[in-house]
């Protein structure tokens, strides 16, 4: 039957208001997007200040290893964790067992790597190489695989509890302020801490930073606690498949001419309530995940055929739009046949660049304010951490995440690779500025320190958003896509590190300071390169497109830069 047909029906019938997308309550609906509150603490602790620790303030030789094992774990159980949870099945559901077992790895591996020093002291086995060895690989290999663990079935649980759209959006939207909530307590923890450190009836620079990771896992215990009891996921998973079900007959219904009044209001009766389990024909999680989008609403309120995306048997018969239009994921069908698309590895790199410029950054600037602007005694006899060391990174955090939420704005005005590019020249120009500061003009660093975190915010979100327009991210295929280059930023990041931290490196002023601003800035330009010489397809861009492109900015940085 024609689509002019079916579009005569009155939409006005079919009011969004009208559905029960899920059965999610208040509590479930908060619980959720607190429920990645522990790995977000943890992670920003990781990657600012774990070097940092091990290698100045407890001065561990194989503090380079636990980053290199750390990050080599987490790109090996990512995937591994990712296919083992599609398959299981057990009576709490298919990721909730994955987010516990998380949890408790997390738990019982992120401590240890704080509390090293006194543990092993408490052995006996404090002077003991091999021992040492052993126990700053295993532990944040551990980590790390918790941390994966938690952050993919937490991550995966989305497209099981809702079907809508504008629902999907908030959880992650909220869930990303609680990410920007959680980077906030580390750091104001950490100023405090370092404030009581310096002083002269205070801690000392180790219980530090081993209160700091004891506050990060209370307050992520609460969280994760929270949400395991709250978040009911067969009963939800359920209700959403239901709810799904119900909307894909009366589209598909409607788009063949067979609504009418009487079928609406059956229809809406349905959906309302709790329908009874069906024998037959259920739709699995994962056949919701790819049959049912997260639902758009026009302005009328009203649902469209364009706002749910059937699987091939689901939408035999009906008129299907595609998204994201003029990406390659939509013409490649088959993994396989990345290995033959220049642009894959083009783009590979491209992510690759950004994320070791901001990761590699974000870790040598500690290093920097201790070693190059010495902002504590050099001559004091106790290792002291100064607290320019939570006080700048702060400064920066902020200025990204203000940036971020700007982007959409400067595409507008500018276009992505102008953007890029501004952003690529504000690295250069901030990066060069930190090869003249020292000791005596260190207070130059309040200055500079926010426009590093523009330049990490414009080119990593811009990054990101260009490799979704040119490849897509959508679709069995263009998972494939985000699992590789989350692999190869993991490896490559975990290497940087590993020889940026090796041996003595870190113990050399000039060493320190090259670094902090020679791979950052290398890796950034080098990026930015790629993007700006790429032979992308010039495709015209609609109205709905760009209405669209903060919301997919958030949702890509969400995933991949986690």
């Known amino acids: 039957m024609e689509w002019n047909k079916a579009s005569q029906v009155n939409e006005k019938e079919i009011g969004y208001k009208k559905y029960k997308f899920d059965s999610l309550t208040t509590s479930q609906f908060w619980a959720y997007c607190m429920g990645h509150m522990l790995n977000d603490l943890s992670a920003a602790c990781w990657f600012n200040y774990l070097l940092f620790y091990l290698k100045r303030i407890i001065q561990v030789d194989f503090g380079s290893y636990a980053m290199l094992s750390g990050q080599v774990a987490d790109a090996l159980a990512t995937p591994l964790v990712g296919y083992y949870s599609d398959r299981t099945k057990t009576s709490i559901g298919k990721r909730i067992p994955w987010y516990i077992g998380g949890y408790f790895v997390i738990i019982f591996s992120f401590l240890p790597v704080w509390n090293g020093n006194l543990i092993l002291d408490w052995m006996n086995v404090k002077d003991n190489t091999v021992v040492q060895a052993i126990y700053y690989t295993v532990f944040p290999a551990i980590f790390n695989f918790g941390w994966a663990s938690l952050q993919i079935s937490h991550m995966s649980l989305v497209p099981s509890l809702t079907c809508s759209r504008s629902r999907r959006d908030k959880l992650n939207s909220i869930r990303n ?3 920007f909530i959680a980077v906030l307590i580390v750091y104001v923890t950490a100023l405090i801490f370092f404030q009581l450190a310096n002083s002269t009836d205070g801690t000392d620079s180790a219980q530090a930073f081993q209160y700091l990771s004891l506050i990060c896992v209370t307050i992520g215990t609460a969280t994760s606690v929270y949400f395991i009891i709250q978040i009911n996921e067969p009963k939800l998973t359920s209700d959403c498949t239901k709810y799904a079900r119900t909307l894909l007959r009366i589209l598909k219904d409607r788009q063949n001419g067979l609504s009418n009044p009487t079928k609406v209001a059956q229809d809406q009766k349905i959906a309302k309530n ?13 056949d919701l995940q790819k049959s049912t989008s997260e639902s758009q609403i026009d302005g009328s309120g009203n649902v469209k055929l364009t706002d749910v995306e059937f699987t091939d048997d689901e939408g035999e018969g009906l008129h299907k739009q595609k998204a994201n239009r003029g990406s390659m994921s939509e013409d490649v069908h088959d993994w396989k046949e990345w290995f033959g698309q220049m642009a894959f590895y083009r783009f590979g790199m491209v992510y690759m660049f950004f994320r070791l410029y901001c990761n ?20 004091s006899e106790e290792v002291k951490v100064p607290i320019q060391v939570a006080l700048i990174p702060l400064s920066l955090y902020i200025m990204s995440v203000l940036t971020s939420a700007s982007l959409s ?13 501004v952003g690529t020249i504000l690295c250069l120009l901030s990066s060069s500025i930190l090869i003249f500061l020292n000791e005596k003009n260190s207070y130059f660093m309040y200055a500079v320190s926010p426009f590093i975190g523009i330049a990490q915010a414009i080119t990593l979100n811009t990054g990101i958003t260009l490799i979704s327009d040119v490849i897509g991210l959508k679709g069995s295929s263009g998972a494939f896509v985000f699992g590789a280059y989350s692999f190869l930023d993991k490896i490559s990041s975990g290497i940087a590190l590993f020889f940026c931290s090796y041996g003595s490196v870190l113990d050399d002023e000039n060493l320190v300071r090259w670094l902090t601003v020679l791979v950052p800035s290398i890796s950034c330009f080098a990026g930015c390169l790629l993007v700006v010489t790429a032979p992308t397809k010039k495709s015209e861009e609609n109205v709905e497109t760009q209405k669209n492109d903060e919301r997919r900015t958030k949702s890509l940085v969400d995933e991949l830069a986690t």
């Open 177 to 179: 302020t609680f990410q």
């Open 274 to 286: 709790q329908v009874q389990d069906e024998q037959k024909n259920t739709l699995s999680s994962d």
């Open 360 to 379: 590699v950054s974000s870790t040598m600037i500690s290093f920097y304010i201790a070693s190059v602007l010495k902002f504590t005694d050099p001559d």
């Open 409 to 421: 704005k400067f595409y507008q005005v500018l276009g992505k690779k102008v953007t890029l590019t």
